[in-house]
């Protein structure tokens, strides 16, 4: 496509785009602003977010980040949990922001690796079958890399922001091809915030080591 050819469907993407797109939007930029912040308002911020993407990817063909919203939806459950635990004693966050070890870095790399095999297959099926739009490995990678960010998130691991940003970078060409730009929009702002969230993260982790 060239330069005016994505701009005109930018545009007329944003005329159509719905209520419930732009809804989804801004509680998934609302949500990663207050995981940024190491905020609790993450989830149930979230939680809108993700719902409604679940109705929106299966109407728009990606299966793959269907799936990765319905378990968005059940790990900001867990992540709430988690983030919620304080010491009985001092009454203080359980959970600390913190580096990854070399151990816990070769299980996301394997825990990535078997979702996006698990996913990249079934998705080929699917595009055979009934789902011809789909493109299986770039949904694949985005949602694999989803996946992987938010286990991590919900354990208050530094490496998860690494993952995000794979997952926008992935999901920025991903949803604009399939019209909706709005969210494509959404994936450029969400990309910048996982940069800041990283840089934040990483000082806050720094801190708690020394």
């Not at 867990?78 to 299980?107: C, D, P, R």
């Amino acid at each position: 496509m060239t330069i005016p050819q994505v701009y005109d469907a930018f545009i007329t993407g944003i005329q159509e785009t719905g209520i419930l797109e732009f809804i989804a939007v801004f509680a998934g930029i609302g949500s990663v602003w207050f995981s940024r912040k190491e905020n609790i308002w993450v989830y149930p911020i979230g939680l809108i977010n993700t719902t409604i993407y679940i109705y929106l990817s299966v109407k728009g063909h990606l299966y793959g980040e269907a799936s990765v919203n319905l378990y968005y939806t059940i790990m900001s459950i867990y992540g709430w949990i988690l983030w919620s635990k304080k010491n009985n004693h001092t009454k203080e966050k359980v959970l600390k922001i913190q580096f990854s070890s070399s151990k816990e870095w070769a299980e996301q790399v394997f825990f990535f690796g078997l979702f996006y095999a698990l996913l990249f297959f079934s998705l080929q099926q699917l595009q055979v079958s009934f789902a011809p739009e789909a493109i299986p490995w770039a949904d694949a990678f985005a949602s694999a890399t989803a996946y992987t960010g938010m286990w991590l998130m919900a354990r208050k691991k530094v490496e998860s922001w690494y993952w995000w940003i794979a997952t926008n970078i992935a999901s920025i060409p991903l949803y604009f091809m399939k019209g909706y730009v709005f969210t494509s929009v959404q994936f450029v702002v969400l990309l910048i915030l996982a940069i800041a969230g990283l840089i934040s993260w990483r000082k806050k982790a720094g801190h708690a080591g020394n």
